[in-house]
């Protein structure tokens, strides 16, 4: 009866033994883990500021072109914020391409719409250009003074501050009139704040809001070149695609018009 006892004994401090030395390896595991991850990390944005700094010295140098394609490779790596946009576009504002230096321009303010920098840009690439505007619905020019986001956050923490209101009233010994207005309140704005957010998207500065490219663009009845012209569209004009099929996309326009476009011809400001 000894021996059973004595091999079950050693079996558990063995057994003991084993986890004690695998749990140093897996925090040092970790540890290298979390390391390779951060020097990672750390490499990216090293070479991404490398990158930027080298795009930027091509456009001071004059290499628009060059500073485009620097550019455009941030981009394409998820590398976006409102300043590289700005820089896209004056790049391509140098190089008289309008169209693609109006797009850059609105892709910086959907980042940062209090960006002065590109607003003031904007207004003068659109004169350059003589591009075409959409003009704001009948709520949304009263709504500009905030973005879809902003509105977004703000229903979000009235409605957590509608619930808070309420649970407090609930367990509450006695009933408070200033809860329920507060309650109230908090559920209104919110209401508002989403109906706002919803408003914006759906908007002519929306998400579905794009700029026309390409040159000579003519927006037409039907889906082929050959059908009667709408609207003759100059690059860095905005339209609003309301859907697509095939190779052309159907689009509301400028002066209250909608026509058909080829698709090569607008790109989408938000990515």
């Known amino acids: 009866m000894v021996r059973p006892v004595r091999a079950d004994v ?7 033994f084993s986890v004690m030395q695998r749990a140093p390896s897996t925090a040092l595991g970790m540890t290298v883990k979390l390391s390779l991850a951060f020097f990672l990390a750390t490499t990216v944005f090293a070479q991404s500021d490398s990158q930027f700094t080298e795009a930027n010295q091509e456009y001071a140098q004059g290499n628009f072109k060059e500073a485009i394609a620097g550019y455009e490779t941030l981009i394409r790596a998820g590398q976006w914020n409102a300043n590289l946009f700005y820089d896209l576009g004056n790049a391509y504002f140098r190089t ?26 904007l207004q003068i690439a659109r004169d350059e250009g003589r591009a075409l505007e959409l003009q704001p619905g009948r709520f949304e020019r009263y709504l500009q003074f ?14 957590w501050l509608a619930i808070f209101a309420l649970a407090a009233m609930i367990f509450a010994r006695r009933r408070s009139t200033v809860l329920l207005v507060v309650s109230v309140c908090c ?11 919803y408003t914006l998207e759906q908007s002519n500065e929306g998400r579905a809001l794009a700029i026309v490219t390409g040159k000579d663009v003519q927006a037409r009845l ?3 070149d050959t059908a009667n012209s709408v ?10 695609i309301l859907s697509t099929r095939g190779d052309w996309m159907y689009a509301a326009l400028p002066n209250d018009l909608r026509g058909w476009i080829p698709a090569k011809d607008a790109e989408p400001v938000r990515l």
């Open 222 to 224: 039907a889906t082929a």
């Open 187 to 197: 559920l209104v704005l919110c209401a508002f704040a989403a109906w706002a957010a």
């Open 231 to 240: 609207l003759a569209l100059p690059p860095g004009s905005e339209i609003k």
């Open 10 to 16: 050693r079996t558990a401090t063995l057994q003991q």
């Open 146 to 159: 905030a973005t879809a986001n902003e509105y977004s956050t703000v229903a979000a923490v009235a409605f």
């Open 96 to 121: 008289a391409d309008f169209g693609r230096a109006i797009l850059n321009y609105e892709r910086a303010l959907a980042l940062d719409r209090r960006h002065p920098e590109a607003m003031a840009n």
